[in-house]
């Protein structure tokens, strides 16, 4: 079986079993920091700031707090549908890249500035 197939394949969610709830509790979480992060961050420096070019559309079109928002509302809703499918394993591999290129470089410039 491969990797990709593994990772897209439905889980069995057992009952006693509440892995997938946590992954998708842990991925609402980090979108929570991260769409708290950035509309400090865009708010303290600019809206230039932004790496990612869908974010930055957004709030050039609809400003910092409602692009910011509806970025987030988007993430959450995919990650929603991809938690009731139960294709936990994208979820969980989301919430690492969020961390690793979200919340960590955000952190890092609010303890370094």
């Known amino acids: 079986m491969s990797r990709v197939y593994q990772l897209c394949a439905h889980w069995d969610d057992n009952p006693t079993g509440r892995v997938g709830d946590i992954i998708v509790l842990a991925f609402l979480l980090v979108q929570c920091l991260d ?17 990612n070019p869908l ?3 957004a ?11 509806g970025a987030k ?11 009731l499918r139960h294709v936990h394993g994208v979820v969980a591999m989301l919430t690492l890249v969020y961390v690793t290129a979200a919340i960590l470089p955000w952190t890092a410039l609010f303890l370094l500035r």
């Open 55 to 57: 974010v930055r559309s």
């Open 59 to 69: 709030v050039s079109f609809a400003g910092i707090g409602l692009g910011v928002a």
């Open 35 to 51: 769409g708290a992060f950035t509309y400090l961050g865009l708010r303290t420096w600019g809206p230039g700031l932004e790496a």
């Open 73 to 83: 509302l988007v993430a959450v809703s995919l990650g929603i549908v991809l938690h």
